[in-house]
């Protein structure tokens, strides 16, 4: 699986010790360990992409019509979907994903939790979008969400562990 993490942001922690930023090999381990659980092929690739507020406002603009700058967007490609166990999805692009860390972090800090974990949340449901889940109807939220928290808490709590 092709994972591409780009930072434009300038937010990333490229240490990984978890100072302010974000690591860039967590935000790719935790999009490899999404698709892998949605059962998306392993020929797929996926661009995340972490920008600045200026860069997410333009983008939030053109795209959706609404001012200023949000958390994250998704840019679907070969519209793929979840596959199962026995049948993974077929091969393609399933698209980019767009996060903004300094909005992450205002959300974080009013949500309590640190940025990485914001930014996680964020790169998450960006890969559910990417595959097709969406919010805009109640029973839709619900689902979506749910998800979004398991695989998150899954993410989180294997990487906590001790090997």
């Given at each position: 699986?092709?994972?591409?993490?780009?930072?434009?942001?300038?937010?990333?922690?490229?240490?990984?010790?978890?100072?302010?930023?974000?690591?860039?090999?967590?935000?790719?381990?935790?999009?490899?360990?999404?698709?892998?659980?949605?059962?998306?092929?392993?020929a797929a690739d996926l661009s995340v992409?972490?920008?600045?507020?200026?860069?997410?406002?333009?983008?939030?603009?053109?795209?959706?019509?609404?001012?200023?700058?949000?958390?994250?967007?998704?840019?679907?490609?070969?519209?793929?979907?979840?596959?199962?166990?026995?049948?993974?999805?077929?091969?393609?692009?399933?698209?980019?994903?767009?996060?903004?860390?300094?909005?992450?972090?205002?959300?974080?800090?009013?949500?309590?939790?640190?940025?990485?974990?914001?930014?996680?949340?964020?790169?998450?449901?960006?890969?559910?979008?990417?595959?097709?889940?969406?919010?805009?109807?109640?029973?839709?939220?619900?689902?979506?969400?749910?998800?979004?928290?398991?695989?998150?808490?899954?993410?989180?709590?294997?990487?906590?562990?001790?090997?």
């Open positions: 699986m092709s994972v591409e993490v780009v930072d434009e942001s300038g937010f990333t922690d490229p240490s990984g010790t978890g100072g302010p930023g974000v690591s860039v090999d967590e935000v790719s381990e935790l999009a490899r360990f999404v698709l892998s659980e949605m059962h998306v092929h392993p992409i972490l920008v600045d507020t200026t860069a997410m406002t333009a983008l939030h603009e053109q795209w959706m019509d609404e001012p200023g700058p949000t958390d994250v967007l998704s840019f679907p490609m070969d519209e793929l979907r979840p596959g199962s166990e026995d049948e993974p999805s077929p091969p393609g692009l399933l698209g980019d994903v767009v996060v903004c860390p300094e909005v992450a972090a205002r959300q974080a800090r009013e949500s309590g939790h640190s940025t990485a974990e914001e930014v996680l949340l964020l790169v998450t449901h960006g890969c559910l979008h990417l595959l097709g889940f969406d919010h805009a109807e109640p029973d839709e939220e619900r689902e979506m969400f749910a998800l979004q928290r398991r695989l998150l808490l899954t993410f989180l709590s294997r990487r906590t562990q001790p090997s």
